[in-house]
């Protein structure tokens, strides 16, 4: 089974295939089995264990954290925003 969450929490279910799902505190945490990556959710309209597992496994089946790894990007994606470029002539 996937490894315990860091914070005290409350196992609700475990998710074949997928991983362990926890009640922490004001949220839910699904840790995955394969690579124990965590995802935290909100339980806003998640409060009952079955409607958790079913938006865990329709949205949260596999780990993001290691598909953009094997592909090289990061999991920390920021978008860049271009400068607007300043012209020699802008004083004048």
Do not use: K
């Amino acid at each position: 089974m996937a490894g315990e969450p860091t914070d005290s929490g409350v196992l609700r279910r475990a998710l074949p295939g997928i991983g362990a799902l926890w009640e922490v505190g004001r949220g839910w945490r699904l840790v995955y089995e394969r690579c124990e990556h965590r995802v935290d959710v909100a339980r806003l309209g998640l409060e009952d264990p079955r409607r958790a597992e079913r938006f865990i496994r329709r949205n949260y089946a596999h780990c993001l954290q290691c598909r953009l790894e094997g592909s090289g990007r990061s999991p920390y994606i920021t978008t860049a925003h271009a400068q607007p470029a300043v012209s020699d002539n802008a004083a004048e």
